[in-house]
């Protein structure tokens, strides 16, 4: 099965810093990750697919870039808001494998 | 406006069961495939199943399989998740979750807001 990993594993960044979050997939996935917003207690939220398609009501800070077997979701200028766990997605074939995801703060 | 709406958790003893169910409405529910995810105390987001829109697909994660069973009520527009032999490491926030419009394998575009399975003595 194709792994998915995601660096870091959290991180701590200023309110308008730009924020960058790289997902490894361990054999080309051409562009089939999907982005997720996880705050606590609330329902996971997709922020981007196909790589870097954002979806619809999604603040345009958020972008998503790459293809193959790397990937990144960029947010511009991150605001308080943002605070959560981001996870990448994988969804070319089953298994659906989600990466262990990346948790984000304000410094 | 698509609704999912998760019920059937509760506390379970390990090798016990139950049955989870995601009644769906605001879309055409026969028309996508429907998944369910999971999420541990602690830990992350992990795929447990998906069935085909018809019902004559389905697809398990390695951890369930041989133990859980997904199906759909078309007609209800319900989807089901029965879980069998549960274990201790079944513990989670169970989500049904739409699949996203497009062909083939898709991403989650709606989740419902979870339903807490416990498995414990």
């Known amino acids: 099965d194709i792994q998915m990993t995601q660096s870091p594993s959290s991180l701590s960044a200023s309110v308008g810093d730009r924020v960058t979050i790289t997902c490894r997939a361990s054999q080309g996935i051409s562009n089939y990750v999907a982005w997720y917003q996880k705050k606590p207690g609330k329902v996971p939220k997709v922020l981007i697919y196909?790589?870097?398609t954002l979806q619809s009501g999604v603040p345009s800070r958020f972008s998503g870039s790459g293809s193959g077997t790397d990937f990144t979701l960029t947010i511009s200028s991150l605001q308080p808001e943002d605070v959560a766990t981001y996870y990448c997605q994988k969804y070319n074939s089953v298994p659906l494998t989600f990466g262990p995801g990346t948790k984000v703060d304000i410094k | 406006e698509v609704q999912l709406l998760e019920s059937g958790g509760g506390l379970v003893q390990p090798g016990g069961s139950l049955r989870l169910s995601c009644a769906a409405s605001g879309f055409t529910f026969g028309n996508y495939a429907m998944t369910w995810v999971r999420q541990a105390p602690g830990k992350g987001l992990e795929w447990v199943s998906t069935?085909?829109?018809?019902?004559?697909?389905?697809f398990y994660a390695d951890s369930v399989k041989g133990r859980f069973t997904i199906s759909r009520d078309n007609s209800e527009n319900t989807l089901f998740l029965q879980m069998n032999s549960l274990r201790a490491e079944d513990t989670a926030i169970y989500y049904c979750?739409?699949?996203?419009?497009?062909?083939?394998?898709?991403?989650?575009?709606?989740w419902g807001q979870g339903t807490l399975v416990t498995v414990s003595s």
């Open positions: 979750a739409k699949r996203g419009d497009g062909s083939g394998w898709s991403y989650f575009d709606y």
């Open positions: 196909a790589a870097s």
């Open positions: 069935i085909s829109g018809g019902g004559d697909g389905t």
